[in-house]
Structures are given as C-alpha cells and as structure tokens.
C-alpha cells in the first residue's frame, strides 16, 4: 500500500505562488496516475490536477488552468503542484491522491491558505 505525505503548504498573499510536494512511499510510483484535490471550508472535495503515469497526460480543473502545473518525477517517486497567482478561492487543504486501476490512495493533507 503507498503512502503518500504532502509538503510545502503555508500561507501566502494573493498573487503570490507556492510549491506543493507529495512524496510516495511506493518503489512502483510510476505506475500511479497521481493527482491533486483540494477541500476548501465548508466546502466537498475537488479535482484540481491529475497526471499520466509518464507524465504526458496533465488535466485541470478549469479553475486553476494558466495558474497550476503539476509535475512528477518518478526517479524521486514524487509529484510536485507549483501554484501562480494564488486567489483566495484557492486557500483549502490540498491532498495528494494516487490512482492504481479502482483503487485510490490519499495523503493527509497540506492546508494551503491565501490572504487577500
């Protein structure tokens, strides 16, 4: 079973960027398509990003297309979300998913917060 545990969460001022982390416990990373959600307050869980196992395939949430990039690197067994121009609407905790067939495996979470 991976493991997955996200990093680099804070609070930044709108426009402002951050860069988020999940690392993977798992020797076969590669085989995940690996993705980003986020739950903002009061509010149910999203789909932000998701990325093919090779990395060739990257989808968005239409929210943050032109803001976000996800990435991976599967030597490092980690995949990265680096977030520009950062709204208030962005501010949740963004969890780190790992998808293997049917099955889904999630980190506990960064909170992410942006002040206006």
């Known amino acids: 079973q991976v493991q997955l545990v996200e990093s680099g969460g804070g609070l930044v001022q709108a426009g402002g960027s951050l860069r988020l982390s999940c690392a993977a416990s798992?020797?076969?990373?590669?085989?995940?398509?690996m993705g980003w959600f986020r739950q903002a307050p009061g509010k149910a869980r999203e789909f932000v990003a998701r990325?093919?196992?090779?990395?060739?395939?990257?989808n968005y949430v239409d929210s943050v297309k032109g803001r976000f990039t996800i990435s991976r690197d599967n030597a490092k067994n980690t995949m990265y979300l680096q977030m520009n121009s950062l709204k208030p609407e962005d501010t949740a905790v963004y969890y780190c998913?790992?998808?293997?067939?049917?099955?889904?495996?999630w980190g506990k979470g960064t909170l992410v917060t942006v002040s206006s």
């Open positions: 998913n790992a998808r293997l067939g049917v099955i889904d495996y």
């Open positions: 798992e020797r076969t990373f590669s085989s995940y398509t």
């Open positions: 990325i093919s196992w090779s990395g060739g395939t990257t």
